[in-house]
């Protein structure tokens, strides 16, 4: 049996754990924190076996995938899944260089309805690819290796994760400056049943020396934080 899907919520936030405003991100401007979420997001589990082609998967909202630059979507290198209640629930598997708007990436988008749907789409994916049979890739099941599942927004999704046992875990770049916001991500403490890691637990899930204490990009002071379930 595989191992059940865990979830991987990324964000930046305020104090406020302010996460957008007007359809964009708050800030301008924090381009080695957004470094950090494509490189992170990017880099697949050290366990991956080597003969296979392994790619991560990116749950997003339809609103947030509007709010990523056209030229950056799909995002590349990943597998991205975007949740719309107009959508029906087959997915529709395409590859990019088979499009006209993204023939330089290896991305591919598949539209579900709901996050439940979501789930039920790579358990089923995780128990056919592991075979990677002629069928399961007829079928649009690719053939390509599932690593790290994560929650990149926006705030309706992410409340919705964090109600399912398999988020279980937040990758937060706290950022201290205050910027207005008209989205959140809902609150994480230890009173919230939340517990914030290491430096140590958050480079060795991340695979890399991610850079410890507070950061600053244009007058925007922030830290990367891993938060894990109690
Ligand atoms: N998490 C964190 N830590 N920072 C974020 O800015 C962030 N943003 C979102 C979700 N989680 C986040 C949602 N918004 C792109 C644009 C907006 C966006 C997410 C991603 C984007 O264009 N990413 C590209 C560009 C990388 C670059 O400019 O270096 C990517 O390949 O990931």
Same mark, same amino acid.
């Given at each position: ?93 395409? $590859? ?5 708007? &993204? !023939?330089? /990436? ?8 709901? %996050? =439940? +749907? ?63 916001? $008209? ?5 994480? &403490? !230890?009173? /919230? ?8 637990? %958050? =480079? +060795? ?26």
């Amino acid at each position: 049996m595989p191992p059940p899907i865990e979830l991987t919520l990324v964000v930046a936030a305020t104090r406020q754990m302010g996460i957008g405003k007007a359809g964009t991100l708050p800030w301008t401007g924090l381009r080695k924190e957004m470094a950090y979420f494509a490189r992170v997001t990017k880099r697949v589990p050290a366990s991956s076996d080597p003969s296979t082609k392994t790619q991560n998967v990116l749950i997003m909202g339809r609103k947030t995938w509007d709010s990523i630059p056209p030229n950056f979507r799909p995002l590349k290198d990943r597998l991205n899944i975007v949740i719309s209640r107009s959508h029906p629930d087959h997915h529709h598997h395409h $590859d990019a260089d088979s499009d006209d708007a &993204s !023939e330089t /990436t290896a991305a591919s988008v598949v539209k579900l309805s709901s %996050l =439940d +749907a979501v789930l039920r789409y790579l358990q089923a994916r995780q128990a056919t690819t592991s075979f990677s049979s002629p069928a399961a890739v007829k079928e649009g099941q690719s053939g390509i290796q599932m690593g790290k599942v994560f929650v990149i927004g926006g705030g309706e999704i992410y409340a919705a994760a964090l109600r399912l046992k398999e988020a279980r875990r937040v990758l937060l770049t706290s950022v201290q400056n205050d910027f207005e916001c $008209d989205t959140f991500f809902p609150q994480i &403490s !230890e009173e /919230t049943g939340w517990e914030k890691q290491s430096k140590e637990a %958050l =480079d +060795a899930w991340t695979g890399e020396d991610v850079p410890g204490g507070e950061q600053e990009e244009n007058g925007t002071r922030y830290e990367f934080q891993m938060w894990e379930r109690k």
